[in-house]
């Protein structure tokens, strides 16, 4: 994830149609709104990501990513749960648009960078053991 997300925030910023970066606005107003509700927060944040690869228009990196969203996808959830992290999850949603919107490349790449760490602390912090095998959570 560390790899393809960044990748494609980056292509976002420099290919994203008003359309798709008007959809991420509307799915982060919708994650603000969903603060309490941790299995609407799990499929926003799927939502979410999905968009940014489709605002990237790089095919083969969204072919990339979608394997790998199976295996962090269910793992989100109990993390969630765990933490009080929804605020965090906005910042970044927020500052990522914010640098796609404004075609800055480098910004979006970067605050993807910082999200995924996040992901990754959030883990450790939830007492999740990353060597486990996690089970799928329904969407």
Known sequence: ?????PALAGKAAKCASSDVIKELEENVERT???LNDKASL???DIEFHDL???ASSNRVLDLTR???SLLFYPAFYPIMSRLNAAERLIIAHEHIVAHIRAGEETGAREW???HIDDFQRGYQLAGLDMAQPITAQPR
């Open 52 to 54: 940014v690869a489709k």
């Open 42 to 44: 799990t499929a926003l």
């Open 66 to 68: 979608r394997p790998l």
């Open 32 to 34: 603000r709104l969903a």
């Open 1 to 5: 994830m560390r790899a393809v997300e």
């Open 112 to 114: 993807m960078e910082r």
